[in-house]
């Protein structure tokens, strides 16, 4: 096979507010290659395919197309290039045919500038025959919304294969939502579009797929570029080892354990839901603080969506407090003494436009109502002040707008809110992101002081570091499944994250890619 | 800190901004047509527009708290027309008591409010939409009745007590009704808990619901209270009116949103004054009154109401960004 290089990006950066997610990191693409990028949650992986792929803009850095510096500004423009990308989100207009679907905004058009039906059809069918023969069975007249994922993420990569002229295929995370067959096909595809000389840009935390499709790998870790590693001069371990070990370490001070009570607040017994998780049991104690770990996509956010009745679930049992008890709205749980601080505070979290003193008693109103229901907004005033000492926030005062605060000052304001509302269990999705590094650790000193209370918090967490330093007891989930549950005493990255990939580790020892 | 106190200065007086904004507005619509015709701030005009904007302002009592809340209640103007047609028909028709017939066409308003309200909280249905189409539906109910034409009733002295019984010399019991109401529901939006959960709900509805609070009840009795609202307003002008007019309520929705949002409540919710919606009224019925004064023909009354919306609209919206 050609080894010439197609693609290369040299020493590119990205910044959003708050982290920088991509530290002078360099890649190099060759024609005919299947190339795999792996890292951990944030490792940077997805920001470097959109900066490729023209979805993202670099802030510095430069980005080589057969040698020659392109300047890939928009989608459309890395398109241009030969660029494509096979998004993890597959968009597709339900009520159009397979074909509309492939043309999308590029349908060849008759003289008189009418779709041409035959030609678009034609056309279509084109595409279709060089795909491998699980394609053969799509029909290009088909109406999409009546077809499987499978046939969905089909139409997205002949939508890249129209171009004659494609270079680079991305694909983002492709068979997170594929059965196995589906993903069975979709490899023989990828090593079709391989043999014609296609360079295949795949990422994925599945560890046994990057070692049964990929040719070499590279590791990020932190937004920075680790190393990259032939497929065969590689194991799975050694991938994983260089996956952890970041190196951010501002925890403030340790979590006391001896705060830990026996009583067991929270017990949640066989939760499931539809492919999101299924059979999911956990238990909090008493000033424990539980972390809830696991890779993208492993069912995290959407298992204590359905704890707090946030969303719907198929089934599971709740205690509190040993009683058993049947949530079936936010309202209730609330009664109970449950608090959601959900990882998107601004969309569901605050009123941004309305004064801390609103947002403050807004889950507590009857607090300051007196005995004829009358809001007694003096009374109000004195509840807003103490909530916002409680977490010191930062601010010029109660009747600040909510929208003026920073990042993690605004959290500080949900996680009071909360506490004021006398919630003994608090459920907090994600607490630190999008906040700045110094900030973080306020937010995990109001979390520590809570425990400390006599609170309960179970904490879902995409960062390891996070998890590892605040965590009592940290529970991993892998694809909708517990998979560990670890008292956090001497624990380090890769105890933690070797569950997160569990289930590919046991077949990929079955399958001899382990060693 | 000292960037965030910056950013707060800036926006109280934004706040500020918006009041001055609109006194402005109904300062410099006085001078217009006080010097356009010596009549204007004449008692008695004052006194006429008084009356004349207190059906608008019952409606738009209604219309503010479906906006606080972020929806649009588009059937107002029917369900006053049609209460005052049941309340007229029920005492002509069927010899009913007056003021049985008055609350069972009162009933008729919470009645629609509710269909609106089921619809938008459990249904989940576009509020502006489900209203539209309960407007249609009340329209065709109207014109069923009364064939289009209005029942007279100056016959029944009984039926005028509600619009015309004078508490002083000039001040009838409407704008006393209308006062003491807009009193009420001031109290209600900064001391009750109802009236903040519209704000909540408006300000951020999946908050609203993560903190607990029954958003589909306050949804629900957020278009109760507007139905009611609106056949109270059509009750008042048909009482004054001594009829039952099947057309009245042809604007009051339009009428009574522009009021509104001239009255700076936040389109999407979150953000009203009551006071200032009163203004919003004021503006709106001054607007008509003046350009009657000063003899342009009706039809300018619609481009002018129009334009004020627009600009309206347009003054808020720039000013988000």
Redesign the interface.
Known sequence: MDSQIILEMKHIDKAFPGVQALNDVSLSIKKGEVHGLCGENGAGKSTLLKIATGLYSKDSGNIFIDGEEADIRSVESARKYGIHVVPQEIQILRDLTVAENIFLGSQPTTKLGLIDWEKMFSLANNVKQGLGRHAQSLNVKSKAGDLSMGSWQLIEIMRALIDENIKVLAFDEPTSSLSDDEAESLFELINDLRSQGVAIIYVSHRLKEIFSICDVVTVLKDGEYVDTKKISETTSDELVSMMIGRGINFFGEPKDRSYIKDEIMLKAENFSCGHHYQDVSLELRKGEIVGLYGLVGAGRTEFVRGL?A?DKKDSGTLYLKNQKVNIR???????LGMG?V?ENRR????????SLT?NLS??N??EV?NKF???M?NKEKAYADQGISLFDV????R???AV???GGNQQKVVLS?WVMANCDILIVDEPTRGIDVGAKVEVYDALKKLAKEGKSILMVSSELPEILGVSDRIIVMCEGRVTGNLENIDLTEEDVIKYAFDTHFDTLEESGYGE | MENSSKKKRIKLTSDVKQIILIVAAFTIMILVFSIGSEYFLKKDNIITILISAVPLGLIAIGECACLVTGVFDMSPGMVASLAGVIWATLITQFGMNTWLAFAIALFFGLFSGAIAGVSTAWFMMPAWMSTYALMQIWRGVIMIITGGKAINMSAYPEFKVLGQTKITNSITLPILLLIIIYVIVYFVFKYTKFGRSLFIVGGNIEAAKNAGLPVKSIQFFCFVLSGGMAALGGLVFASRSASANPIIGELYAMQAISATVVGGTKMGGGKANIAMTFIGVLIMVGMQNGLNMIRLPAFYQYIASGLILFIAVMLQTSRQN
């Open positions: 707090f946030a709205d936010p309202r209730e749980a609330n009664k959601f959900t969309e569901e979290g605050l009123m941004l436009n309305a609103w807004m889950p109103l009857a109502l229901d009358i809001l907004l930062k601010t010029s005062g009747e600040m707008l003026g605060l920073s809110k």
